[in-house]
């Protein structure tokens, strides 16, 4: 049972205790709750048949209906508005013959709270004033003694109504309350897992672009100290050699600081972002030096978000990498600007290789390169040339920084 559905019913069953010790009214289901709650009216109705009020005591027949007036309880809840019917048939009946008038006044006023905490407030206030005209047409043979009492349980008729229509907003309110909650709860976890992903979607990138591009950078330099070994021994250049080996070990040291930052911030999630500032267009020239092949750069740009450059600077990465990695010996050509016809920065990369990102083993370098592009509203394009051997890469980034970007 949830906190809405363990309100109080009405205000006897706040009296009443289950049979069983230990065990409250509330506990029980509410068959037994609405069966306990007629046996205690009807014990309540003939106390009060037989010491107070007006009217005859009542004799067989008339204990006969008071105590069947009470039998439909049992269904209240389920359809309250039958119930009332047939209760109002047998509480009519019981006034005609003039029995005592207050022994059923108590179930007909759970009955009256029943419908009004079960309804509408237009169905509650129709079957109020159907139920009060009832009541004067049949207290009107009585004169001005029956106007009076009329007015008396009017008064008690409107105040069961009312506390009803109390209870069913009081209850709307509360479960409207817990759906708003649970509803929160859900968008707060939702947003959790969507912050996740995120950040596991942006380390992948990270590590695939520190990896692929240090990995393809070591066995370039490696191969450019193997050929020196064997091209002549007699005649070693010792210099070749070292250089060689030392472009290896310096490679070696930033990738191990930039995997150590990374690895940091995972064991860590609640630590500050230690990686420094975003890469950007600023680092392309480096870039280009380190990549293992001969580079033709140009960058005509300035004033670009951080964000859009970051993204421009690892489209490159990827692309450069890709292209020494699968193009061969050869020959890249790289174009960041500003353009006007696309509304924002046209980064395009191009070899003359033999090969393509498609040669091999499929990988995530064109998926990490459109992730890059989409982080900040942009697109890529990847393919053969269409004007000679190679491949291109052409990216397109709009200028307007994306709020909330990460790296």
């Not at 048949?49 to 007006?54: P, Q």
Request: neutral net charge; charged residues 20%.
């Amino acid at each position: 049972m949830n906190p809405v559905q363990a309100t109080v019913t009405n205000p006897v069953q706040a009296t009443i205790t289950a049979s069983r010790p230990g065990r409250t009214l509330a506990s029980l289901d509410p068959l037994r709750q609405d069966a306990l709650l007629a046996a205690a009216l009807a014990a309540l109705a003939s106390v009060i048949a037989v010491t107070i009020g007006s009217g005859r005591h009542p004799d067989a027949l008339g204990w006969a209906l008071l105590l069947g007036l009470h039998v439909p309880l049992l269904w209240r809840r389920r359809a309250p508005l039958t119930v009332l019917a047939v209760m109002i048939v047998m509480i009519a009946t019981y006034h005609q013959l003039d029995y005592n008038h207050s022994a059923p006044t108590a179930a007909s006023m759970v009955v009256l709270y029943t419908v009004a905490v079960t309804h509408g407030p237009r169905r509650t206030a129709l079957i109020g004033a159907a139920v009060v005209s009832l009541m004067l047409l049949l207290k009107i043979r009585h004169g001005m003694a029956g106007v009076q009492v009329s007015f008396q349980i009017t008064g008690w008729i409107v105040s069961m109504l009312v506390l009803g229509g109390y209870i069913r907003v009081h209850r709307e309110n509360a479960a409207a309350a817990v759906e708003r909650a649970e509803r929160a709860e859900r968008t707060r976890e939702e947003e959790a897992r969507r912050r996740v992903a995120e950040e596991r979607l942006r380390i992948a990138r990270d590590l695939h672009d520190l990896l692929a591009h240090t990995i393809t950078l070591i066995g370039v330099q490696t191969s450019v100290a193997a050929h020196v070994l064997a091209a002549d021994p007699d005649r070693l250049d010792r210099t070749a050699v070292a250089q060689a080996l030392d472009d290896i070990a310096e490679t070696c040291r930033t990738a191990r600081g930039e995997l150590r930052t990374t690895l940091e911030v995972l064991r860590d999630p609640g630590t500050p972002d230690a990686r420094g500032p975003l890469p950007g267009l600023a680092g392309l020239a480096e870039l280009a030096k380190s990549a293992g092949a001969r580079v033709e750069l140009a960058v005509r740009a300035d004033g670009v978000p951080p964000a859009v450059g970051a993204a421009a600077y690892r489209i490159v990465q990827e692309a450069l990498t890709n292209a020494v990695r699968h193009g061969g010996r050869a020959d890249l050509t790289v174009r960041v600007g500003v353009h006007e016809e696309v509304d924002g920065l046209r980064v395009r990369v191009t070899d003359d290789g033999v090969g393509g990102p498609g040669d091999g083993p499929p990988g995530f370098g064109l998926v990490g390169m459109r992730e890059r592009a989409r982080s900040v509203g942009g697109t890529v394009d990847a393919g053969p040339r269409d004007d000679g051997p190679g491949f291109e890469v052409s990216a397109v980034l709009p200028l307007g920084e994306k709020p909330g970007e990460q790296r």
